[in-house]
T-cell receptor, first 113, second 117 residues
Framework: QQQVKQSPQSLIVQKGGISIINCAYE??????FPWYQQFPGKGPALLIA?????SEKKEGRFTISFNKSAKQFSLHIMDSQPGDSATYFC????????????FGTGTRLQVTL | GAVVSQHPSWVICKSGTSVKIECRSL??????MFWYRQFPKQSLMLMAT?????????EQGVEKDKFLINHASLTLSTLTVTSAHPEDSSFYIC?????????????FGPGTRLTVL
């Protein structure tokens, strides 16, 4: 019930293309869904997050789409750039302080020229 | 923004020795800190949750006598890997969740690469 499944495991996108990463969760009590970006040898950094009361959130080139009934959410990176090449993790948690994050397995994105 | 630092950024030690890793919240007070380990090309695995002034809560399968966590102040948590062995070699990352965080946001440190010879 605590799992978050993430796909694909790896993704290659041409510069300017759209990168799409999908996640699915089981626990309907989750109510906060962040996405993290991690470069090699660095800690994860929060990219964007969404709560289940909205179906979409956009920040710059990054958009989260959320489907509550399907228990799925996805990250879309528009106009992908080589600098976006990193590992992306989705996560889920319960709203409120000190709640643990449940991470997806990660997606290694490579944006080619 | 909220900044979390870790020290050292990397450490190499001999098998059987103990290693201490520090995690500091630089510009905010962290009531709760989390410790993760990450193996190459894998996701983050939560090891323990520490709250200032109280004992850490360890995840199932994590040896609390081997991975000692101390959260003595609102800005500092330490992880000590005792009697380290090569299988403890990993990337250790801490995160902090402060009282002012919106929607339970966790701020991650840059990580510490531990190599045990």
């Amino acid at each position: 019930q605590q799992q978050v499944k993430q796909s694909p495991q790896s993704l290659i996108v041409q510069k300017g293309g759209i990168s799409i990463i999908n996640c699915a969760y089981e626990n309907t009590a989750f109510d906060y869904f962040p996405w993290y970006q991690q470069f090699p040898g660095k800690g994860p950094a929060l990219l964007i997050a969404i709560r289940p009361d909205v179906s979409e959130k956009k920040e710059g080139r990054f958009t989260i789409s959320f489907n509550k009934s399907a228990k799925q959410f996805s990250l879309h990176i528009m106009d992908s750039q080589p600098g976006d090449s990193a590992t992306y993790f989705c996560a889920a948690t319960f709203d409120g302080t000190a709640s643990k994050l449940t991470f997806g397995t990660g997606t290694r994105l490579q944006v080619t020229l | 923004g909220a900044v979390v630092s870790q020290h050292p950024s990397w450490v190499i030690c001999k098998s059987g020795t103990s290693v201490k890793i520090e995690c500091r919240s630089l510009d905010f007070q962290a009531t709760t800190m989390f410790w993760y380990r990450q193996f190459p090309k894998q996701s983050l695995m939560l090891m323990a949750t520490s709250n200032e002034g109280s004992k850490a809560t360890y995840e199932q399968g994590v040896e609390k006598d081997k991975f000692l966590i101390n959260h003595a102040s609102l800005t500092l948590s330490t992880l000590t890997v005792t009697s380290a062995h090569p299988e403890d070699s990993s990337f250790y990352i801490c995160s902090a969740n402060g009282p002012g965080s919106e929607h339970n946001e966790q701020f991650f440190g840059p990580g510490t690469r531990l190599t045990v010879l």
